[in-house]
């Protein structure tokens, strides 16, 4: 018995030690063949920090995927996949000379044209649309100059209006909800709903009520709201027990054809 149990010890591991090897073999390979642990593939350094993840677009064509990141320096890169190097930017000091980029650039073709265009937030609580291929602004649209709001994670697109055209969901700190239209950056609805509750999440969507009209679903301070997608007024909220930081997901989970917030 004890022979036994020392072979079962034995042959589990040289498993290990085998699967481990096979791991490594496909793993290695994905690494920088010239560089160590502190020579990454390549390096871009921005003005300043960066407080968002990426977003991935061949912006290019050229089969390699491209990388598009805002910084706090306010700027937005797209950087070259291969090389590292800067296909274009987008300062927006240009037109408030204290914002910052604290979003993942939201990629999106907003207005149907067959090429995509960059979304972003920032910390004046403006919204630009940007074109992929050059970094050109389409449109900018600010809620409030000088305001105190901020677009911090709250961006997200659906046609909310039923009109065939992509619209933007913007959540912002001091609890605002408001939508634009995704053509021309036209408000098409605002509601503050909270002074003291800041929305630091992007919203999901679903129709909630039933009405053929996406609805907002999106947590704030310790709670999960739904907001009809007509007007912004509230359909439900469920307390939760700590600060929600993440969006929700929407799916009918039972099958009963009624969506569930998970
Ligand atoms: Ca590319
Ligand atoms: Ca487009
Ligand atoms: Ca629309
Ligand atoms: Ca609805």
Known sequence: MRFQKYSVEILLTTLILVNFFFISLILIPALP?????????????TGAGIDST???????????T?????SIDGVLYCIEGKKGTVLWDFNIRKYYYNSEILMRPLIANIDNNGTFEVIIGTRDGSIYVLSSVDGSLIWRFNYEEGGSISIEGGLSITDIDNDQDNDIIVTTTYGLLYVLDGKD?????????????????????GDINHDGISDIIVGCGQSIFA????????????????FVTAPAAIGDVDGDSTLEII
């Open 227 to 242: 907001f009809n997608g007509y007007n912004g007024s509230k359909i439900l909220e469920f307390e939760t027990n700590f």
């Open 33 to 45: 063949s010239k560089n160590d642990e502190n020579n990454p593939f390549w390096v871009y350094h």
């Open 66 to 70: 491209d990388v598009l990141v805002g």
């Open 185 to 205: 950056g036209t408000l098409l609805w605002e509601n503050k709903l909270f002074f003291m509750k800041s929305f630091f999440t992007s919203s999901s969507l």
């Open 54 to 64: 990426s977003s991935l677009l061949d912006v290019n064509n050229n089969g390699y």
